[in-house]
């Protein structure tokens, strides 16, 4: 990483916002997917039929809204369920910018607040 890159700066987030609407996608798939799973275990477990009938309808929209976030992150380019070397460099990218943003020295090394203030704090 540079000393001297300025992280704040606008200038230097550029892709950011997409690369933010990906990551909470592919958050939002996985949530869609977990769900569409528990339901199912669910449906398998309950005794009456009332219940029964909620979980179903439950699990059909589910699994209608997975397929939807599926059809749009895969016009957006998101996801790549059927090209697996480009699902492969996708999540290298995104491996890479992690690590890079763990590296980031976003705040001073000197914390201390000493002498900022207009008095001294009341004892």
């Known amino acids: 990483m540079n000393e001297g890159y300025d992280y704040l700066d606008p200038s230097n987030a550029l892709n950011m916002p997409e690369m933010a609407d990906m990551t909470f996608a592919m958050d939002f798939l996985i949530r869609v997917k977990e769900g569409v799973r ?71 090394e000197d914390t201390s607040r000493k002498g900022m203030f207009d008095r001294t704090p009341d004892q």
């Open 38 to 108: 528990n339901t199912a275990i669910a449906l398998t477990e309950t005794a009456t039929e009332g219940a029964r009938a909620i979980l179903r309808n439950q699990l059909h929209q589910g699994i209608a809204l997975h397929q939807e976030v599926t059809e749009l992150m895969m016009r957006k380019k998101w996801f790549h369920p059927y090209e697996l070397n480009e699902q492969f460099k996708l999540d290298q990218l995104g491996a890479i910018n992690a690590v890079q943003m763990a590296q980031m020295k976003l705040f001073p």
